[in-house]
């Protein structure tokens, strides 16, 4: 868009300054319909791409508006295929609350910090109404991430784009909790198991009160190794953290 760029200062990535840059707004949708997000099946670039040029989305919220006759006259929509992408748009709008905060896209917030949030407050009015210091006293909250999330849900503007959400039939619940059997452990996974996908295995951690970490720390409690395990399994062993396997790990559930 021809608008300066900048960053701030301690980080190192340079971010557009004007916020209604159009590269900006195609990174936000994509990322609300991901895979880890609302999950949109069939809602790529292009077609985020195709929505914004065609002026029949603005943002996140008109997703959620989309009719099948408009979708008709795009380029490459055949009837079969506006029906399949307006049942995936439908059938994500029941969503778990971790998810929905991960999908609005809040800086620094990551998967993680989605799921410290929605265990703790439990809806989203809770978390948009929190102050900066009851977010600084969750564990794994710094400072810098509080001040961003609060900064989020005080912008008017974000605040009428949840509100369509809701409005278009948006409903983020949260998860019944199992029991916490993992509670305050720390986990790290290597190599691939036989049993689950790497994200079948963090939900089944989170869950129960887990949290995954990327990298081996003398914090890591266990590290959960399958075949051809990488670097992180040396890292494990020089700093004594416990390495289980896939058996080890159904015990312990």
Same mark, same amino acid.
């Given at each position: 868009?021809?608008?300066?760029?900048?960053?701030?200062?301690?980080?190192?990535?340079?971010?557009?300054?004007?916020?209604?840059?159009?590269?900006?707004?195609?990174?936000? &949708?994509?990322?609300?319909?991901? +895979?880890?997000?609302?999950?949109? /099946?069939? #809602?790529?670039? !292009?077609? %985020?791409?195709? *929505? =914004?040029?065609?002026?029949?989305?603005?943002?996140?919220?008109? &997703?959620?508006?989309?009719?099948? +006759?408009?979708?008709?006259?795009? /380029?490459? #929509?055949?009837? !079969?295929? %506006?029906?399949? *992408? =307006?049942?995936?748009?439908?059938?994500?709008?029941?969503?778990?609350?971790?998810?929905?905060?991960?999908?609005?896209?809040?800086?620094?917030?990551?998967?993680?910090?989605?799921?410290?949030?929605?265990?703790?407050?439990?809806?989203?009015?809770?978390?948009?109404?929190?102050?900066?210091?009851?977010?600084?006293?969750?564990?794994?909250?710094?400072?810098?991430?509080?001040?961003?999330?609060?900064?989020?849900?005080?912008?008017?503007?974000?605040?009428?784009?949840?509100?369509?959400?809701?409005?278009?039939?948006?409903?983020?619940?949260?998860?019944?909790?199992?029991?916490?059997?993992?509670?305050?452990?720390?986990?790290?996974?290597?190599?691939?198991?036989?049993?689950?996908?790497?994200?079948?295995?963090?939900?089944?951690?989170?869950?129960?009160?887990?949290?995954?970490?990327?990298?081996?720390?003398?914090?890591?409690?266990?590290?959960?190794?399958?075949?051809?395990?990488?670097?992180?399994?040396?890292?494990?062993?020089?700093?004594?953290?416990?390495?289980?396997?896939?058996?080890?790990?159904?015990?312990?559930?």
């Amino acid at each position: 868009c021809n608008s300066k760029v900048k960053k701030e200062s301690g980080e190192v990535n340079y971010y557009c300054s004007n916020q209604n840059c159009s590269a900006i707004k195609e990174q936000e &949708i994509s990322h609300f319909v991901s +895979k880890k997000a609302f999950n949109i /099946e069939g #809602f790529g670039i !292009k077609i %985020v791409e195709q *929505l =914004l040029k065609e002026k029949l989305i603005k943002n996140i919220a008109d &997703i959620f508006k989309l009719k099948k +006759k408009s979708l008709l006259f795009l /380029e490459r #929509f055949a009837e !079969k295929s %506006v029906d399949n *992408l =307006l049942e995936a748009i439908d059938n994500s709008k029941k969503i778990e609350l971790d998810r929905f905060i991960y999908a609005l896209g809040i800086r620094h917030v990551g998967d993680e910090t989605s799921i410290l949030l929605a265990k703790k407050f439990g809806s989203i009015k809770n978390i948009m109404e929190a102050k900066q210091e009851d977010l600084e006293m969750i564990h794994d909250i710094g400072i810098k991430v509080a001040e961003s999330i609060t900064n989020y849900f005080q912008n008017q503007d974000k605040q009428k784009i949840i509100k369509k959400l809701l409005e278009n039939g948006v409903n983020p619940s949260l998860v019944k909790l199992k029991k916490q059997k993992l509670a305050q452990q720390t986990f790290v996974l290597t190599g691939s198991l036989e049993n689950y996908t790497r994200d079948q295995v963090q939900k089944i951690i989170r869950d129960l009160g887990g949290k995954i970490s990327s990298s081996i720390s003398k914090n890591t409690n266990y590290l959960l190794s399958g075949k051809q395990p990488g670097s992180k399994y040396e890292k494990a062993q020089k700093l004594g953290v416990k390495i289980i396997n896939e058996v080890e790990f159904e015990k312990m559930l």
